[in-house]
């Protein structure tokens, strides 16, 4: 009863907003933002966006963060009767088995706009002032991924155009998965949002946290109730 009463609430939040956030932008301008949900949670042994954490699922923490910035917002997910009362568009993956690669890949050929923010649906802690820098920097560039100080890209925190689709097709077709190796591809423009832009919004690194485990769900549970201590 609970995970219903929640989805209606966000689902009324869906409607409201896209109604706010499409009257703000051109289509031209649009973005189209993916949650990637496909992932087969081996090591958490439960699927992950349907964690609690504060009382809501995963998947609905990260729809209340970008349902407001972006006019389009779709999942992408084999299990679509599992997200439908979410109220927002659920496409499974076109190549099957996949990974993430394949969930992007999905999501660039079902989008109507050039520009796709791909984010997994395993990051509680979303930053939409960080996501509002990443929209307005995703220009001119086939790829706009966030480099943090350790080195580490955040492939599933970024944002990709569709002169991406035919790299990572090929890509797909020779079983060749890792996101990050489209980095280093001389036909696509690659831009970094590196860590002194990153710091301002996101001084604790907390943006780019993803839940792979039970510790770390663990750890997430912490974090959010010295939040919730903080403010109450």
């Known amino acids: 009863m609970e995970e219903k009463s929640n989805s209606k609430r966000t689902k009324a939040c869906i409607k409201s907003n896209f109604r706010s956030v499409s009257s703000k932008h051109s289509e031209k301008a649009a973005m189209t933002a993916a949650i990637i949900a496909g992932g087969r949670s081996r090591r958490m042994k439960r699927e992950k966006a349907f964690l609690k954490l504060g009382g809501k699922a995963l998947i609905e923490r990260v729809l209340e963060v970008l349902c407001p910035l972006f006019p389009h917002v779709l999942i992408n997910s084999n299990t679509p009767q599992r997200f439908q009362c979410w109220g927002v568009p659920v496409i ?4 099957p088995d996949r990974g993430p690669l394949g969930g992007i890949y999905t999501a660039l050929v079902h989008a109507g706009t050039e520009y796709v923010f791909c984010v997994a649906c395993d990051l509680p802690f979303l930053n939409p002032d960080l996501i509002t820098v990443l929209q307005a920097e995703a220009r001119n560039c086939d790829i706009l991924v966030p480099r943090t100080s350790d080195g580490r890209h955040h492939p599933l925190h970024a944002v990709y155009s569709k002169n991406c689709l035919t790299t990572i097709k090929q890509r797909l077709q020779h079983n060749q998965l890792k996101i990050s190796e489209l980095f280093f591809f001389s036909q696509l423009t690659i831009h970094y949002l590196d860590q002194k ?3 301002p919004f ?4 907390k943006a780019f946290m ?3 485990t039970p510790d770390d769900f663990r750890q997430a549970c912490r974090m959010e109730q010295a939040v919730r201590k903080k403010f109450h």
């Open 92 to 95: 499974p993956d076109i190549v």
């Open 197 to 199: 832009q990153i710091l």
């Open 202 to 205: 996101d001084p604790d690194s």
């Open 210 to 212: 993803n839940l792979n």
